[in-house]
């Protein structure tokens, strides 16, 4: 049998076939993050409590921070001071 000596033909095969084995995985990774929606839990996770931070001051989601809100409080206000003692 002879040998051949032109190894460029399966060079190229092999070039091809990698490429598509990547390209399969990348759109199947793609399509499990699509369906899981991972990047949204990732986004719309930590964003509930920073949300909560920005409106009301404290760590919880801003539905139950409301209460905290400092404005929430009743306070107690005199419009004259304290007699000096």
């Known amino acids: 049998m002879k040998t051949v000596g032109n190894?460029?033909?399966q060079m190229?095969?092999?070039a091809v076939l990698i490429m598509v084995v990547f390209m399969a995985f990348?759109?199947?990774t793609a399509k499990y993050f699509k369906d899981k929606?991972?990047?949204k839990?990732?986004?719309t996770g930590p964003w509930?409590?920073?949300s909560g931070v920005l409106q009301n001051g404290v760590w919880l989601s801003p539905a139950k921070g409301?209460?905290?809100h400092p404005n929430g409080h009743t306070r107690h206000i005199t419009i004259q001071g304290e007699s000096a003692r």
Do not use: P, W
């Open 12 to 14: 190229l095969v092999e």
């Open 41 to 43: 839990q990732l986004i």
């Open 66 to 68: 409301a209460i905290s």
């Open 7 to 9: 190894q460029k033909g």
């Open 48 to 50: 509930v409590a920073l």
């Open 26 to 28: 990348t759109m199947l």
């Open 37 to 39: 929606e991972f990047l």
